[in-house]
C-alpha cells in the first residue's frame, strides 16, 4: 500500500516547500468495501462537499484552499440577510435579527478558518446597504452610525469586520496559551512570519500589538466615573486567568475600533458635527427597548439622520444636486439648514411652532413635578437625618452585624417641607410671579415656593441646538441673576436651576442634575428625562416635515407622553397649581 505524501501550504495557498500535489486515490479496501475518497464524484463539482472534508468544524479543502469555503459563507450570509428581508418586520426589527441572528452564524466560520480581512470587508459592505435602509438612513451617510456605541451616537451594531477580528483575536488568544507545547511552538513560528506583515491584517500580528496595550491596562487599571475608589471590581485584575485576558483583550480590540470611528466623523465637516457637543449632551435612547416598542421608525430615522445634519432639508437637497438653491420656503434665508428650520426660522417662531414644542416639553415636566410634590406634600413628618456616627461602621469581636436599614432617599430642595405650590407658565396662559415673594414681570417657566421653608425655586426651560447648550445655560443664569439677588435679599431663599433639551432629541447634562437637585429617585429622573427626549424628537420631526407649509394650527395641541396618563390639562385652560397646607 502506497500513499502520496500531502505538502504543507501556507494561508496564502502556497506550498510552503515550493512543491505542488494533487489528490490521489490508492482504492484502499477494507473486507471488500472501498474505502470513501476525499473526492465524491456523484456530487456537484461546484459545491463544497465535493471536494473537501470537514475537520473538527473546519472545512479542509484538497487544495487547502478557501475560496469554495469562503463563496459557501458569502452564500449563507446573503440567504439570511435574505430571510430577514422577508420577515415581514420593520426595519428596526431587522437590525435585532442582524445583530442576534446573522452576525451570530458568521462567528464559528470566522474562528476556525483563516479568512482574509478583505473577505469580511466584502460582507461587510453588502450588509451596510441594507443596515442603512433598515435604520432609515440616507444611503451616503457615514457608516459610523451604525457601528458607533450608543454613547457617541451610534446604534450599537457588531460590524462584520469588527467581529472578524474579534474573532480571529479569540483564536490567536486560545493558540498561544493552549496546553500542548507543539501548537504553541506553531502559533509562535507564524506569529513571526507574519508580524513583518505591513500591509496584510492577521490575528498573530494583532495579538502582538495588544499584548502590551493589554498588560499596561491591567497594571495601571484607571477609574474615570465618580464611583468610590475600587467599587468596580472588574476594572481590577491582580492576577488575570486566560479567560479574563481574552475578555481583556477582546475589549481594548473594541476601544481602538471605536477611537478610529469617532476620530473619523471629526474629521467630517457635515455628518461630524455632533462631536462638538457631545459632551454637553445626554444620547438619545437607543436601547434595543426603545427601537422595538418606542416613538417608532420614523421617530428614530428622523433622529438617527439630524445628528449627522442629513435629513432632507433645502440645503442639503441642493447639496444632493436636486434643487437649484437653498432658499428657506418661509422666510426665504439663503441657507435653509437643519439648524435653520428647527430653531432659527423667524417665520416658525412668530408663528408660535417653537413654542409649541417648548409648553410641550413643559407640559410632560409638569406632570411629574405635580406627581411629586403631591407625594411630598402628604407627608405628616419632616424627617432629616444626621451624619451616621464612625463606630456604626465597625462590628466588635464575636457580634454579628448588625441588619441594614433601608436607604434613605437623597436629600433634594423639595424635602425639608410639605407646602410646595407649583406654577408653569404656557405661552396661551402666562403666569404672574407671586407677589408676596417678589413683584416682578419675570415669568419664569416653572415657578415653585414654600411658606414653610421660605423658599422659592424657579426653573427656566429652553429647546435649542445642542450645538447651543452651553450658550442657552449661561443666557438664562445672567437673565435671571438680578431677580434670583433681589429674592435673596428678602426674607426668602431663591434657586435658579435651568433645563436645557436639544431640538435633535438629546437632553443637556444640566438637565439631569437639575432634576436630581429637585429630589426626584436617579430612576424618576432617568425616565423623565427619555421621554423629554422622545416628546422633542416628535415635536422637531413635525416641525421639519412643515418645512415647506405655511399653514400651522397645532399650537393648542401638546404633546404628551404615552408612558403615563396625563391629566386633563392643556395650553387652553389656566395652568395647574398645586397647593400645599398653608
Same mark, same amino acid.
Not at 435679599?489 to 437637585?517: D, H, M, Q, Y
Given at each position: 500500500?502506497?500513499?502520496?505524501?500531502?505538502?504543507?501550504?501556507?494561508?496564502?495557498?502556497?506550498? *510552503?516547500?515550493?512543491?505542488?500535489?494533487?489528490?490521489?486515490?490508492?482504492?484502499?479496501?477494507?473486507?471488500?468495501?472501498?474505502?470513501?475518497?476525499?473526492?465524491?464524484?456523484?456530487? %456537484?463539482?461546484?459545491?463544497?462537499?465535493?471536494?473537501?472534508?470537514?475537520?473538527?468544524?473546519?472545512? !479542509?479543502?484538497?487544495?487547502?484552499? /478557501?475560496?469554495?469555503?469562503?463563496?459557501?459563507?458569502?452564500?449563507?450570509?446573503?440567504?439570511?440577510?435574505?430571510?430577514?428581508?422577508?420577515?415581514?418586520?420593520?426595519?428596526?426589527?431587522?437590525?435585532?435579527?442582524?445583530?442576534?441572528?446573522? $452576525?451570530?452564524?458568521?462567528?464559528?466560520?470566522?474562528?476556525?478558518?483563516?479568512?482574509?480581512?478583505?473577505?469580511? !470587508?466584502?460582507?461587510?459592505?453588502?450588509?451596510?446597504?441594507?443596515?442603512?435602509?433598515?435604520?432609515?438612513?440616507?444611503?451616503?451617510?457615514?457608516?459610523?452610525?451604525?457601528?458607533?456605541?450608543? /454613547?457617541?451616537?451610534?446604534?450599537?451594531?457588531?460590524?462584520?469586520?469588527?467581529?472578524?477580528?474579534?474573532?480571529?483575536?479569540?483564536?490567536?488568544?486560545?493558540?498561544?496559551?493552549?496546553?500542548?507545547?507543539?501548537?504553541?511552538?506553531?502559533?509562535?513560528?507564524?506569529?513571526?512570519?507574519?508580524? #513583518?506583515?505591513?500591509?496584510?491584517?492577521?490575528?498573530?500580528?494583532?495579538?502582538?500589538?495588544?499584548?502590551?496595550?493589554?498588560?499596561?491596562?491591567?497594571?495601571?487599571?484607571?477609574?474615570?466615573?465618580?464611583?468610590?475608589?475600587?467599587?468596580?471590581? /472588574?476594572?481590577?485584575?491582580?492576577?488575570?486567568?486566560?479567560?479574563?485576558?481574552?475578555?481583556?483583550?477582546?475589549?481594548?480590540?473594541?476601544?481602538?475600533?471605536?477611537?478610529? =470611528?469617532?476620530?473619523?466623523?471629526?474629521?467630517?465637516?457635515?455628518?461630524?458635527?455632533?462631536?462638538?457637543?457631545?459632551?454637553? #449632551?445626554?444620547?438619545?435612547?437607543?436601547? &434595543?427597548?426603545?427601537? !422595538?416598542?418606542?416613538?417608532?421608525?420614523?421617530?428614530?430615522?428622523?433622529?438617527?439622520?439630524?445628528?449627522?445634519?442629513?435629513?432632507?432639508?433645502?440645503?442639503?437637497?441642493?447639496?444632493?444636486?436636486?434643487?437649484?438653491?437653498?432658499?428657506?420656503?418661509?422666510?426665504?434665508?439663503?441657507?435653509?439648514?437643519?439648524?435653520?428650520?428647527?430653531?432659527?426660522?423667524?417665520?416658525?417662531?412668530?408663528?408660535?411652532?417653537?413654542? &409649541?414644542?417648548? %409648553?410641550?416639553?413643559?407640559?410632560?415636566?409638569?406632570?411629574?413635578?405635580?406627581?411629586?410634590?403631591?407625594?411630598?406634600?402628604?407627608?405628616?413628618?419632616?424627617?432629616?437625618?444626621?451624619?451616621?456616627?464612625?463606630?456604626?461602621?465597625?462590628? =466588635?469581636?464575636?457580634?454579628?452585624?448588625?441588619?441594614?436599614?433601608?436607604?434613605?432617599?437623597?436629600?433634594?430642595?423639595?424635602?425639608?417641607?410639605?407646602?410646595?405650590?407649583?406654577?408653569?407658565?404656557?405661552?396661551?396662559?402666562?403666569? $404672574?410671579?407671586?407677589?408676596?415673594?417678589?413683584?416682578?414681570?419675570?415669568?419664569?417657566?416653572?415657578?415653585?415656593?414654600?411658606?414653610?421653608?421660605?423658599?422659592? !425655586?424657579?426653573?427656566?426651560?429652553?429647546?435649542?441646538?445642542?450645538?447651543?447648550?452651553?450658550?442657552?445655560?449661561?443666557?438664562?443664569?445672567?437673565?435671571?441673576?438680578?431677580?434670583?439677588?433681589?429674592?435673596?435679599?428678602?426674607?426668602?431663599?431663591?434657586?435658579?436651576?435651568?433645563?436645557?433639551?436639544?431640538?435633535?432629541?438629546?437632553?443637556?447634562?444640566?438637565?439631569?442634575?437639575?432634576?436630581?437637585?429637585?429630589?426626584?429617585?436617579?430612576?424618576?429622573?432617568?425616565?423623565?428625562?427619555?421621554?423629554?427626549?422622545?416628546?422633542?424628537?416628535?415635536?422637531?420631526?413635525?416641525?421639519?416635515?412643515?418645512?415647506?407649509?405655511?399653514?400651522?394650527?397645532?399650537?393648542?395641541?401638546?404633546?404628551?407622553?404615552?408612558?403615563?396618563? *396625563?391629566?386633563?390639562?392643556?395650553?387652553?385652560?389656566?395652568?395647574? /397649581?398645586?397647593?400645599?397646607?398653608?
Amino acid at each position: 500500500m502506497a500513499l502520496k505524501t500531502f505538502d504543507l501550504k501556507s494561508a496564502n495557498g502556497r506550498n *510552503l516547500n515550493g512543491t505542488s500535489y494533487s489528490p490521489f486515490d490508492p482504492n484502499l479496501t477494507i473486507a471488500g468495501e472501498k474505502i470513501k475518497f476525499i473526492i465524491n464524484a456523484a456530487l %456537484d463539482p461546484n459545491s463544497l462537499q465535493y471536494d473537501h472534508f470537514k475537520e473538527l468544524g473546519r472545512y !479542509i479543502s484538497v487544495d487547502l484552499k /478557501e475560496n469554495k469555503v469562503k463563496r459557501e459563507v458569502r452564500k449563507r450570509f446573503l440567504d439570511d440577510m435574505e430571510k430577514v428581508e422577508t420577515s415581514g418586520v420593520n426595519g428596526l426589527c431587522k437590525l435585532f435579527l442582524y445583530q442576534h441572528f446573522v $452576525v451570530s452564524r458568521l462567528s464559528w466560520a470566522f474562528l476556525v478558518h483563516d479568512f482574509c480581512l478583505t473577505f469580511a !470587508i466584502e460582507l461587510e459592505d453588502l450588509a451596510t446597504k441594507r443596515l442603512k435602509i433598515w435604520s432609515g438612513l440616507y444611503r451616503s451617510a457615514d457608516v459610523g452610525t451604525l457601528y458607533r456605541r450608543r /454613547e457617541h451616537l451610534g446604534l450599537q451594531l457588531t460590524s462584520i469586520s469588527s467581529h472578524y477580528k474579534h474573532m480571529q483575536v479569540v483564536k490567536a488568544c486560545l493558540l498561544s496559551t493552549s496546553q500542548d507545547p507543539l501548537i504553541q511552538e506553531i502559533f509562535h513560528r507564524k506569529q513571526q512570519r507574519v508580524s #513583518v506583515f505591513t500591509r496584510q491584517w492577521s490575528g498573530p500580528k494583532a495579538l502582538n500589538e495588544l499584548a502590551p496595550i493589554v498588560d499596561h491596562h491591567i497594571r495601571f487599571a484607571g477609574q474615570t466615573s465618580h464611583a468610590g475608589l475600587g467599587s468596580r471590581k /472588574e476594572t481590577y485584575l491582580a492576577r488575570p486567568n486566560l479567560s479574563e485576558l481574552r475578555a481583556k483583550t477582546g475589549q481594548i480590540l473594541g476601544e481602538l475600533e471605536e477611537e478610529k =470611528r469617532v476620530n473619523h466623523s471629526s474629521l467630517l465637516a457635515q455628518q461630524g458635527v455632533w462631536t462638538h457637543y457631545r459632551e454637553d #449632551v445626554q444620547p438619545f435612547d437607543l436601547s &434595543w427597548n426603545n427601537l !422595538i416598542y418606542g416613538p417608532g421608525p420614523k421617530i428614530i430615522s428622523f433622529v438617527l439622520n439630524s445628528q449627522i445634519n442629513s435629513v432632507k432639508t433645502p440645503d442639503m437637497m441642493r447639496l444632493w444636486g436636486y434643487i437649484p438653491n437653498s432658499n428657506c420656503p418661509l422666510c426665504s434665508h439663503t441657507k435653509c439648514t437643519l439648524h435653520h428650520i428647527l430653531v432659527n426660522c423667524k417665520f416658525a417662531l412668530d408663528q408660535g411652532r417653537y413654542n &409649541w414644542r417648548h %409648553d410641550s416639553v413643559l407640559l410632560n415636566i409638569e406632570c411629574k413635578l405635580q406627581k411629586f410634590i403631591f407625594e411630598i406634600n402628604q407627608r405628616k413628618t419632616l424627617t432629616s437625618p444626621g451624619p451616621k456616627a464612625l463606630y456604626h461602621n465597625f462590628v =466588635r469581636a464575636g457580634q454579628s452585624r448588625p441588619p441594614t436599614l433601608p436607604k434613605q432617599p437623597k436629600e433634594g430642595l423639595l424635602t425639608r417641607a410639605n407646602d410646595w405650590n407649583l406654577l408653569v407658565d404656557y405661552e396661551n396662559n402666562k403666569i $404672574v410671579f407671586p407677589p408676596h415673594i417678589y413683584p416682578t414681570s419675570e415669568r419664569p417657566d416653572i415657578v415653585i415656593w414654600s411658606r414653610m421653608s421660605r423658599k422659592v !425655586i424657579l426653573l427656566e426651560l429652553t429647546c435649542c441646538a445642542e450645538e447651543g447648550v452651553k450658550a442657552a445655560q449661561l443666557r438664562k443664569q445672567v437673565r435671571y441673576h438680578e431677580l434670583v439677588e433681589n429674592i435673596n435679599a428678602t426674607n426668602w431663599n431663591a434657586s435658579l436651576l435651568t433645563i436645557e433639551v436639544g431640538a435633535r432629541g438629546l437632553i443637556g447634562n444640566g438637565t439631569f442634575r437639575a432634576f436630581t437637585k429637585l429630589g426626584l429617585p436617579p430612576q424618576t429622573t432617568t425616565s423623565l428625562c427619555k421621554t423629554l427626549s422622545v416628546v422633542v424628537a416628535r415635536c422637531s420631526y413635525a416641525i421639519c416635515l412643515a418645512q415647506d407649509s405655511t399653514a400651522w394650527s397645532h399650537n393648542k395641541d401638546l404633546v404628551s407622553a404615552d408612558s403615563f396618563s *396625563l391629566p386633563d390639562t392643556s395650553a387652553t385652560q389656566p395652568p395647574t /397649581e398645586t397647593k400645599g397646607s398653608e
